[in-house]
């Protein structure tokens, strides 16, 4: 039986707000999506990477002020984006400690550019 990624995800964020990242274990993921466990590295060849990817959907779905707005002042967007990443970090359980210790995606990466871009053009070096 396939299984595909988003279903692992969306069971990897639901057995982490169970169990919390100390217990949060590829074979609890296996057995909560009942397969074995060799299936998930098929997605995700380690669970290193299924916690860099389970970062990445939790900004993704939580996190909503990751751009500033066009024609938005820096000082708004920074406000904004702090609250909105905070609130994302506390929707997932242990959310902070998995930030913490992951490694940002491509995706994650274009966005802090654009950020960056608004700082840039407001003047700052």
Known sequence: MAIEREKILDAALAVLNEVGLDQ???????EKLGVQQPALYWHFR???????????????????RR?????????DFTLANARSFRRALLAVRDGARINAGTRPTDTDFAD???Q???????GFT
């Open 24 to 30: 949060f274990s590829t074979r609890r993921l296996a």
């Open 46 to 64: 380690s669970k290193s990477t299924l916690l860099d990817a389970l970062n990445h959907e939790m900004l993704v779905r939580f996190h909503d």
């Open 67 to 75: 751009l500033p707005r066009p024609g938005e002042r820096w000082d």
């Open 112 to 114: 802090y550019e654009a």
């Open 116 to 122: 960056l871009r608004l700082y840039v053009d407001a």
